[in-house]
């Protein structure tokens, strides 16, 4: 497959089926689903069979990695989701911050519970959260900066959690990690290419030139000016296809083979790792209009 190709990213391996079996079994032992979404791709990385799963229970919203994404569009679609009756807000789990707004989202959302636990008598009884999410959307680091330790497997690539346990999260909270789990089929192609963007996928499962060529493409219509001051492009990238500017950026960053060749793999992996850490900028994918 050359660079300038496109391809269908697909990836549902066994644990997914049981991970799903394992959501659908501890599902009754929780008062709210707390839905993870990138912020960066907050379409491509809901899962819509979820709904199917949790059918009507409470669910809180959580746009992770809003340190990547542009705040402007973080706000729009946090107030997409509010207008839908959802407990909706953003965070950066790897630093903690704004995940403390899980407790008032939680607590405004199940306050008729609540108030009926009281009435019980049933004044110990914690709330119980169910995290879940894709792979790599940060389940585990959630509950790590939660619970103040290493308590989740966390790693920076798909697939690292496998199993489903409860976690204690201070005196009135517990939360279920759960796998990262896909969707059996991913229809559309954008939406593949989304997730192996932001690395919810394995790079097994695609080629990364022609992936890599595909975001500057995308970059390209959403973040020209981000792109050219990134790899300090004079020329008219609206002239060039993606092939043309990875080589470009290529070149430019001395990524040279024997005889003068741009080695145009080692700049796809660059390329994609830099997108990732935001070293491009702060942006989001998939950006509403005001």
């Given amino acids: 497959m050359n660079g300038s190709e496109k391809q269908t990213i697909q990836w549902f391996p066994g644990h997914m089926v049981k991970t799903e079996k394992q959501i659908q079994k501890n599902l009754k032992l929780a008062d709210a689903v707390v839905e993870i979404l990138d912020a960066r791709i907050p379409l491509s990385s809901h ?22 994404a542009d705040p402007k569009q973080t706000a729009l679609w946090l107030n997409c989701f509010q207008k839908r009756g959802w407990g909706a807000f953003s965070a950066d789990c790897k630093s903690g911050k704004g995940i403390g707004s899980l407790f ?68 009135s909270f517990e939360m279920m990690d759960t796998p990262g789990v896909l969707w059996p089929k991913i229809s559309s192609r954008k939406v593949g290419e989304h997730l192996a963007f932001t690395g919810a996928v394995k790079e097994s499962t695609y080629d990364v030139e022609p992936i890599a060529c595909q975001l500057l493409e995308t970059l390209r219509q959403i973040a020209p000016d981000n792109l050219k001051e990134c790899y300090r492009i004079d020329e008219d990238i609206n002239e060039m296809d993606g092939f043309g500017m990875l080589e470009r950026i290529g070149r430019k960053r001395g990524m040279l083979s024997v005889g003068g060749v741009v080695n145009t793999e080692r700049a796809a992996h660059m390329l994609l790792d830099e997108f990732r850490s935001a070293k491009i900028g702060r942006i989001t994918l998939e950006p509403l209009k005001p």
Avoid: C, Y
């Avoid at 899962?47 to 990547?68: A, F, W």
């Avoid at 306050?111 to 009281?118: L, V």
């Avoid at 585990?140 to 204690?168: C, D, K, M």
């Fill in 104 to 171: 008032s989202q939680s607590e405004r959302l199940l306050s008729a519970k609540m108030e009926s636990w009281k009435e019980k008598g049933m004044t110990g009884k914690r709330i119980r959260l169910m995290a879940v999410g894709i792979p790599n959307v940060g389940k585990s680091s959630l509950i790590n900066r939660l619970a103040h330790g290493s308590r989740a497997a966390v790693e920076n690539r798909p697939g690292v959690t496998r199993t489903s346990q409860w976690f204690q999260i201070g005196k």
């Fill in 47 to 68: 899962n819509p069979q979820l709904g199917r799963l949790i059918g009507s229970k409470p669910r809180i919203i959580l746009m992770n990695k809003e340190d990547l």
